[in-house]
């Protein structure tokens, strides 16, 4: 059964600073590109950031560029999210996704919420 377990998440102030974490299971992690996928409180899912198979080529919404690193080891089959400068507007519920163009199907992590707040 694939797994995405997210972990890091938590309480911080506007301006410091979380990485997050995603590992993923039971797939061919190095065949895939991962994103992060937030949910604000009463919003629809933003996407953050996409990283693909080979670290070769990222992206990231305009609302997070120059803040934000994604990066992975594929060794470990572990994705990242460097979030720096954190603003209040960040608090959501970030999860990890991955789409499995073979099965069509998309995969979600359980989420880990990030709070921003002094």
């Known amino acids: 059964e694939v797994q995405l377990v997210e972990s890091g998440g938590g309480l911080v102030q506007p301006g410091g600073s979380l990485r997050l974490s995603c590992a993923a299971s039971?797939?061919?992690?190095?065949?895939?590109?991962m994103n992060w996928v937030r949910q604000a409180p009463g919003k629809g899912l933003e996407w953050v950031s996409s990283i693909n198979s080979g670290s070769t080529a990222t992206s990231y919404a305009a609302s997070v560029k120059g803040r934000f690193t994604i990066s992975r080891d594929n060794a470990k089959n572990t994705v990242y999210l460097q979030m720096n400068s954190l603003k209040p507007e960040d608090t959501a519920l970030y999860y990890c996704?991955?789409?499995?163009?073979?099965?069509?199907?998309?995969?979600w992590g359980q989420g880990t919420q990030i709070t921003v707040s002094s």
């Open positions: 039971a797939f061919t992690f190095t065949n895939y590109a």
């Open positions: 996704h991955y789409f499995d163009y073979r099965r069509a199907y998309h995969y």
